[in-house]
């Protein structure tokens, strides 16, 4: 693959590899029952979703636990952790491809995106909030580091390769069909079901 972006190829190599032995545990998928439970709260049922930037499939097998009869989409740039994925959602189902090169062809009851708008190279940020907007039916649901201004922090000793900023307010300010229906935060320090310091916001399509 030939990508745009230095942080797109991070995410495809080694780094990207490394990544998937970290995020794989019995733990991680309590925790995510948990937060998932509580972010879908106002959906109701959905019957699709696509996630943008599914890595091995961790917050969709929560999703599927919680929702049995939805149909699962995702999109991943590393190629180890889209075959893993393929495992717990149809192989169809699977867009092994950067986000930036993800074409929006249908449409989801639900687009999520959960730890990745962090890892956009911001002047690309415009491009992924349209693919979230055009694969969205009904609910966009954000899941990220939030903070008030744009700001870049020190990832794992890399530089540039972590961004924290008001995502969800973005997308409200450049839709302005988009409502806030509801919004959370989970902290890491829970001594049940921690997530790493994230703000969820769930957005809704007039």
Known sequence: MNFKTEQENFWAGTFGDEYI????SDEYLASN?????????????????????????????????????????????????SEELAKYISKENVFHES??????????????IKG??????????????????????KYILICEYYNPSPVTVNYRGHNDRLFKRDFAGEMLDKYSDLTLVDYGFCYKRDKAFPQDDITWFLLEKE
């Open 21 to 24: 032995s970290r995020n794989i």
């Open 33 to 81: 029952l948990n937060f998932f439970s509580k972010a879908f709260n106002q959906i109701g049922s959905p019957n699709s979703l696509i996630e943008f930037g599914a890595n091995v499939g961790m917050n969709l097998r929560a999703i599927k636990l919680l929702f049995p009869k939805i149909e699962l989409f995702g999109i991943e740039i590393n190629k180890t952790a």
């Open 99 to 112: 986000i930036l090169e993800y074409l929006p062809n249908q449409k989801f009851d639900v687009s999520l």
């Open 116 to 137: 990745v708008l962090i890892h956009i190279n911001p002047d690309k940020l415009n491009e992924v909030y349209s693919k979230l907007y055009e694969s969205s039916n």
